[in-house]
């Protein structure tokens, strides 16, 4: 059974800084989407990372995969009060469906 | 009316009664899903019909009962809720479930309060 973890499941940061959210996954796959949610809203698709090595980046973000180590990465560059939303990453499991992460929520101060 | 449309936002219902939530994809999809969001806890993913036939149905109890009759649309029907089902339940659509992106587009949701 495919489970999905992330880390960490709250995060604080100033704007300005640097983070990076990760997400591992238990069992082969190699498709792995990254959404956003803000309070009270849908979620909105950010990424689809689809083979090993796989990086993609829309402005202060970027997603990479490893499907080898299982694992991929949201790093936030710079980060702006704009980006607090709660991110979660989700892997597709053999049988078409997605299997969620908890979800990361990212607050940014000024 | 674009993208993924859900009706109603809100509901509140008593554990005796029965409602529906409607779900309407204007994106020609050929996929669609029923996943329901609690406080602390992963999306679950409910249902999943494909060209309007269920492919999957994640052991969901008997009081919800999905229906697509066309690929535009998607309904859950809902009866003797316990307050537990309190969630927000959302709609998502995809092109094509075999399809290597299938990016999944959501719905705004409904916040179902089972008193």
């Known amino acids: 059974e495919l489970k999905v973890e992330q880390n960490p499941l709250f995060l604080s940061m100033q704007e300005g800084k640097n983070y990076t959210i990760y997400c591992n996954y238990s069992?082969?796959?190699?498709?792995l989407y990254w959404y956003r949610q803000d309070p009270g809203k849908s979620l909105e698709s950010l990424f689809v990372?689809?083979?090993n090595g796989a990086v993609k980046q829309e402005g202060r973000l970027m997603a990479s995969l490893d499907t080898k180590a299982r694992l991929s990465t949201l790093h936030i560059t710079a980060a702006v009060h704009d980006l607090s939303a709660t991110y979660f990453c989700?892997?597709?499991?053999?049988?078409?469906?997605?299997?969620w992460g908890a979800g990361t929520k990212l607050i940014i101060k000024p | 009316e674009t993208g993924v449309t859900q009706t109603p936002r809100h509901l509140v219902m008593g554990m005796t009664n029965k409602k529906s939530l409607k779900c309407e994809q204007h994106?020609?999809?050929?996929?669609m899903y029923w996943y329901k969001q609690s406080a602390k806890k992963p999306l679950e993913l409910m249902f999943v019909?494909?060209?309007?036939?269920?492919?999957e149905n994640n052991s969901v109890p008997s009081r919800f009962s999905p229906e697509c009759p066309n690929s535009s649309h998607l309904f859950l029907h809902l009866h003797t809720l316990q307050p537990e089902d309190s969630a927000l339940y959302l709609c998502?659509?995809?092109?094509?479930?075999?399809?290597?992106?299938?990016?999944?587009?959501f719905g705004p949701g409904t916040r179902l309060t089972v008193l």
């Open positions: 019909y494909s060209l309007e036939e269920r492919v």
């Open positions: 990372l689809l083979s």
């Open positions: 994106l020609g999809h050929n996929a």
């Open positions: 989700a892997v597709l499991d053999s049988n078409y469906q997605l299997i």
């Open positions: 069992t082969t796959s190699d498709r």
């Open positions: 998502a659509s995809s092109q094509d479930l075999a399809l290597a992106y299938n990016e999944q587009f």
